[in-house]
């Protein structure tokens, strides 16, 4: 199974609203990372946050980690119909430098 | 610096027809990675070089798929031969080596097997 499961698997919400996604992990890990995909692009990093930190801030974007729990949540605040997207976290596993990336959260923003 | 190059960035062929995508990483970068990434099965790692040389191949499907890495400035992933379950889009990804840090993923080339 993968190694981070992103909940929900879907989520829609209108432009504005704040919008929040979860990722869920099974053994330790060095760092996690989120990033974003366009419908038919590549994926693109947008933030590192690393087992020792608790939150990490970047613009519009909140990330949270939480090792006890094995999980992180991404924020977007005030969300703009270009975050239309799928987030994928991505972890590794504890000195691996391979990435595991989890099944994705698909976010569609209303105008 | 134009990021990583993928081509083609479509391959339509027919069931048993060698296929082989391209990929050209940034320029400096010492890891480049091949992805895979369908419906079904999400985003799998397939093969990772650190410095020209394959790391870890344990993604790879099978014996059909192969991969090379020649010099820091370009890398091949074959299938030979090619089956319609390999229908995919396939990422090449790189990354400045050295301890923690982002990878950069190309465009894509999307596989369709007939």
């Known amino acids: 199974s993968q190694q981070g499961e992103e909940d929900p698997q879907a989520l829609s919400i209108q432009e504005g609203e704040n919008a929040t996604m979860n990722c869920s992990y099974k053994?330790?890990?060095?760092?996690l990372q989120w990033y974003r995909q366009n419908s038919g692009r590549g994926l693109v990093h947008l933030i590192l946050i690393r087992s020792n930190e608790r939150e990490k801030h970047s613009g519009r974007l909140r990330v949270t980690l939480d090792t006890s729990k094995k999980s992180s949540s991404l924020l977007i605040t005030a969300s703009r119909a270009a975050d239309t997207a799928s987030y994928f976290c991505a972890t590794d596993a504890g000195g691996n430098e391979k990435l595991t990336f989890g099944t994705g959260t698909r976010l569609t923003i209303i105008p | 610096d134009a990021g990583v190059i993928q081509s083609p960035r479509h391959e339509v062929t027919e069931m048993g027809q060698e296929v082989t995508l391209r990929c050209k990483p940034i320029s400096g970068h010492n890891s480049l990675f091949w992805y895979r990434q369908t419906m079904m099965r999400g985003l799998e790692l397939l093969i990772y070089f650190n410095n020209n040389v394959p790391i870890d191949d344990s993604g790879m499907p099978e014996d059909r798929f192969s991969a090379k890495m020649p010099n820091a400035s370009f890398s091949t992933l074959k299938i030979q031969p090619s089956e319609p379950r390999d229908s995919a889009v396939y990422f090449c990804?790189?990354?400045?080596?050295?301890?923690?840090?982002?990878?950069?993923f190309g465009p894509g080339t999307r596989l369709t097997v007939l």
């Open positions: 053994t330790s890990i060095n760092n």
């Open positions: 990804a790189s990354r400045l080596g050295g301890g923690v840090s982002e990878q950069f």
